[in-house]
DNA sequence: ACAAAAGTGTTCGACGTACACCCATGG
DNA sequence: CCATGGGTGTACGTCGAACACTTTTGT
């Protein structure tokens, strides 16, 4: 077989990207969730995605459309999976490749996010969900839940300045579960990948709690060191 | 819009798949690599693959490809990544989902790959590859090991009957580290997830060594009582 | 008898976990 | 002055890591 003949023997695909999109907010863990516009399943729940172009790579799709949707350009994001079942989309053959993206609520578009008829809710407002966008939050909550054990994406969701009370409270939303709090103390603070501030945030008690920012070189430091970032 | 112009308007792909299939064989971990025989970069080394068609998942084609290559149609595979840059194939515009997997090396039907003109390499051996398969290679080694650390997925690799000798130099190989031959006797068998047999295996010394087999009736109690596998 | 791999226990340090009280301040 | 969240230290048990000698048997 020459060349011409075997790329173009193969059959072509939809390609589509979906974004699970992450938030965090009231201290709660939220998804960007929107009602599709096009049947079939029009009017349904479905996550933010949209078809790959000629001339865009697969990641470059997922960022347009996180981009478009809350006007953000510089998400961090995450490849989950690609889904390829025959019959997963109901309106054509499209295979899917997932991506679930971490932001911060506050920085984003709001105006843009309900022009597209896109919500945040919280995990257990999840409505019903078209075609395997249920399964693949799913699969991105067990990716989430893996990926800031070891990495320190938690921040990814976090206003640049935070208390540590914010953060634990984030990982126990992450992980559903309650977690000590002069142990996570003790924890996060030998990692050493924080810098703390002088300023304090006092919104959520009289006596005021100090704030932290990440320090990436203090992230690379410790990577250096051989050692593992761990919650 | 309305659904024909919105599937209708999007354009369309060459999706592959690309299979990492990993061995272990003489002691050392192998990878079934093969040379290609389209243009362009006829001749080169590849990974071994194919097109997704029309009526098959991206698993069922990865699935395809295996058995196609090796004759074995019950292979332990996993999805890896979806590698989805423009111009990664210089063919064509491609878009690939990798899949990595683990086979008996003896189970296989060694003439066929031969036909196929594909060769058991070991890490250390593999030549240039095309496109970006060497990337998919590095990425699937370290998946590999992120996913034998807390998943029995060792065992798919070696005969269904093993010695404990055999198992640690596997893990060594993985993991590319000589691990305690008393410390890794405890932790495995503290597990209880493998059969001891009565027979022995005498191939490799004079003693003889007992044989086991993994037992995922064990490892499923194991799973029930909350506890998690790890090496 | 000897070579070659199989098999076996103990000690130590590190780290995760459980747990309760004082501090600072705004209202 | 008091209610509210912020901040702090210790004790215990578990588990991973290091480490060396005896056993078996084919040649």
Known sequence: MNAA??????PKHLVAVDCIIFGFDEGRLKLLIMQRKVAPMAGEWSLV?????EAESTDEAAARVLEHTT???DIYMN????YGNVGRDTGARVISVAYYALIRIKNHDKPLAREHGAHWLELHEIPELIFDHAKMIEDALAALRNNAQ????????????FTLSQLRSLYEEIYQKTLDKRNFRKKILSL????????????????GAHLYRFDPEKYEALRRKGLVFEI
């Open 5 to 10: 003949s075997f790329y173009a023997k193969a």
């Open 49 to 53: 995605g949209g078809f790959v172009q």
């Open 71 to 73: 006007g953000l350009d």
């Open 79 to 82: 490849q989950l999976h690609c």
């Open 150 to 161: 070891f990495h320190p994406i938690g921040f990814e969701l976090l206003p640049e300045k």
């Open 192 to 207: 050493d990948v924080m810098e703390k501030l002088e300023e304090k945030d006092k919104t959520s008690s009289k006596k």
